[in-house]
């Protein structure tokens, strides 16, 4: 796992923000057959973007969802399930990730270079 910046804290699984900016988000979950799991990426306890992965009667299924966010320092990041089928059954890594990256600083010299003319 890279963790450069030690934002996020693999025990509780949150991402807490130490530089503000534009991160990306990106959550995969994988179910066994005839199971099926609804997951959240949450920031400060509000569900942002949601995945829904069903495993068919003979086939794993896997679903995947993304979330670009404007996080400050402090704000948390991290995955909510908010519902499983009976006995459900998620895949163990690496078919599930959490994954997160800084993709702007909140200075006008980065939107300036992402103002584009039409």
Not at 26 to 42: E, N, R
Request: overall charge negative; some cysteine.
């Amino acid at each position: 796992m890279t963790n450069i910046g030690n934002d996020y804290h693999q025990p509780s699984g949150f991402f807490t923000c130490s530089k503000p900016g534009i991160y990306v988000f990106f959550l995969s979950t994988a179910v066994y057959p005839l199971h099926d799991v609804h997951t959240a990426i949450v920031k400060n306890g509000d569900d942002i973007s949601y995945n829904f992965a069903r495993g068919s009667d003979n086939e794993f299924s896997q679903a995947s969802t993304m979330a670009v966010i404007q996080l400050n320092v402090g704000d948390s990041v991290w995955v909510r399930v908010t519902h499983f089928s009976l006995n459900g059954r998620v895949l163990s890594d690496p078919e599930n990730t959490f994954s997160v990256g800084d993709i702007g600083r909140l200075d006008n010299k980065i939107y300036q270079k992402m103002n584009f003319n039409f």
